[in-house]
């Protein structure tokens, strides 16, 4: 940041995805055995120190290279020998080449080719998501490239004029533009919170709570206010519900629906919550890039008297999680609907251990097939204001048992959780934090799985009260 730097946000999530990223470099890195790596020493830099490598006619991979051009500073992350020049290529973690990158990839080109150098190439070098690891640190094949030369050298053309209005920018006054789109797409700005504490405050109930976008069509036509709608420019009945319920303050609630929906769910009823890992590297055999590894979950199972018998697993030990998970799932009764939340996840988590385990795939298959799902059930019999648009069960849930506040806890999210998990099977992990850390895990997914089985029994209660 070059301006204000004391006033833009904390992003919480910033240093995970920054690791991501660097441990995905250093990968691809180690895989061009023969590249020098641009180093400062205490007296030159980067961009001296590149200058003097070419000029000196050194003809091979370039990690980390520098150049300047009116102004403009940019960082290569691999320039390589290709054809009668050099190649740029730009490391991603990500699964597929965005928008965002050839707009960087473009200013990095303009640069390159104004400091006197000749780009025959430009390429993103990506994680190919149908690598699968057969044997540890076997990550050759880990990355694939898409080549955007083509591309690329068509869009630098207008660089200079993008570059030359940034500086301009950048050397002035701090702007004066109104929040929008630009403030989240294609990442959130760190210093929307500051932005905001000039921006009108608008109203209660905007009607940007209206799920999927449809709000803008309202925005577009100067109504911020969602209480102000005619109900009759609603034209969904999941929008007409939120309305009524923001507007009267009667929480929207269909207990016959609910149970007709919730019937055929036979018992013993099985309250399932997971929680997983992922790694854009991946450590285990047979894993794939971003698979969700499952290392945590709780099932309540429920027998048609109100019984109800907890089962968990968790591993913390930093191995391979998903046998031992999968064996704890097969241990789980074999009949009685599976209920989850958003249950395709769950669904797919127990999908993909049965394909990893032939031995255990018809139990788990036969589980997987019993899952139901408990989100739409609660999206079409159940809206409280509060709720503000969002069914999630962190939304749902303080509007049915504000009691159970997921603030309280040490680990108050799935985020959280998985930081949680890294710590404990961290090496530098004792034995005293570890136990606390399990403890906390146990809290936060048994609360899931607790959640669930309260907003259910909410849902067929027909006596609620109407706030």
């Given at each position: 940041m070059t301006h204000r730097s004391e006033v833009a946000g904390i992003d919480t999530d910033a240093g995970s995805r920054l690791a991501t990223s660097q441990a995905v470099r250093e990968l691809a890195y180690s895989q061009c055995v023969s590249a020098v790596r641009i180093q400062p020493d205490p007296i030159t830099t980067p961009l001296a120190v590149t200058h003097a490598l070419l000029a000196r006619g050194h003809d091979g991979p370039v990690i980390g290279a520098q150049f300047e051009h009116r102004g403009v500073r940019v960082r290569i992350d691999l320039l390589e020998p290709h054809e009668a020049g050099w190649q740029i290529v730009e490391m991603k973690s990500s699964t597929k080449a965005k928008p965002e990158h050839e707009a960087a990839l473009a200013t990095k080109l303009w640069v390159a080719r104004g400091a006197g150098v000749a780009i025959t190439g430009v390429t993103i070098r990506h994680i190919d998501r149908e690598f699968v690891l057969d044997q540890p640190?076997?990550?050759?094949?880990?990355?694939a490239d898409v080549d955007l030369t083509s591309r690329l050298f068509e869009a630098v053309a207008n660089r200079e004029t993008i570059a030359a209005v940034a500086l301009e920018a950048m050397a002035g006054p701090e702007p004066d533009v109104p929040m929008g789109d630009q403030c989240t797409k294609p990442f959130p700005c760190a210093f929307a919170g500051y932005c905001e504490k000039d921006h009108p405050t608008g109203p209660k109930w905007p009607v940007t709570l209206l799920p999927r976008g449809a709000g803008k069509r309202f925005l577009a036509e100067g109504i911020e206010d969602l209480t102000l709608i005619d109900p009759a420019a609603l034209s969904s009945d999941m929008h007409r519900?939120?309305?009524?319920?923001?507007?009267?303050g009667v929480t929207d609630h269909d207990p016959m629906g609910a149970a007709a929906a919730m019937a055929p769910w036979t018992y013993p009823r099985i309250w399932l919550d997971f929680e997983t890992v992922s790694d854009?590297?991946?450590?285990?055999?047979?894993?794939?890039?971003?698979?969700?590894?499952?290392?945590?979950?709780?099932?309540?199972?429920?027998?048609?008297?109100g019984v109800v018998e907890r089962r968990d697993f968790l591993a913390l030990d930093g191995a391979d999680p998903r046998r031992s998970c999968a064996e704890a799932l097969a241990a789980l009764p074999d009949k009685g609907a599976v209920i989850a939340w958003?249950?395709?996840f769950e669904r797919g988590v127990i999908q993909r251990l049965a394909a990893s385990f032939p031995d255990l795939a018809p139990t788990l298959q036969n589980l997987a097939d019993r899952v139901v799902d408990l989100l739409p059930v609660t999206r079409d019999h159940w809206y409280h204001r509060d709720q503000r648009g969002s069914w999630s069960i962190k939304a749902v849930l303080p509007t049915i048992a504000p009691h159970l506040?997921?603030?309280?806890?040490?680990?108050?999210?799935?985020?959280?959780?998985?930081?949680?998990?890294?710590?404990?099977?961290?090496?530098?992990?004792?034995?005293?934090?570890?136990?606390?850390?399990?403890s906390a895990l146990r809290i936060y997914c048994g609360r899931d799985v607790e959640a669930m089985r309260i907003v259910a029994a909410k849902l067929v209660q027909t006596d609620v009260h109407p706030g």
């Open positions: 640190h076997g990550h050759v094949g880990l990355f519900r939120i309305h009524g319920a923001t507007v009267t854009a590297i991946p450590i285990w055999r047979g894993c794939a890039p971003y698979d969700q590894v499952p290392f945590q979950f709780v099932a309540d199972v429920e027998t048609a008297n958003n249950a395709s506040d997921y603030g309280a806890l040490e680990v108050k999210d799935g985020g959280n959780a998985v930081e949680a998990y890294r710590a404990a099977v961290a090496d530098d992990c004792t034995t005293a934090r570890r136990a606390a850390l399990a």
